[in-house]
C-alpha cells in the first residue's frame, strides 16, 4: 500500500478516489490462475462500470491508512 499511494502521490494529492477490492475474497484461492482471475475482474468492471466489492470484510487492516492515501476499500 505504501508504494502503491507513493507512486499516486507523484500524479496527484486527492484522497479515497480509488477503489481497490479483491477477487480472491469472493471466488478462493486460485494458485496459477490468480492473475487470469484478476484480468477478468477488472475487465468485467470496465464493462459494467462497477466495482465489485470484496466479500466478508468487516473492517480494513488497522495498519493501512487508508484515508491518507489515494485508495479506498470496496467492501460492498
Known sequence: MEGLSRAWRRFTGRSQFCALGSVKSNIGH????AGLAGLVKVLLAMEHGVVPGS??????????????????????
Do not use: C
Request: hydrophobic content about 40%; proline content about 12%.
Open 30 to 33: 486460485l494458485e496459477p490462475a
Open 55 to 76: 466479500l466478508h470484510v468487516r473492517r480494513p487492516n488497522d495498519h493501512i491508512r487508508f484515508e491518507d492515501s489515494p485508495f479506498f476499500l470496496v467492501d460492498r
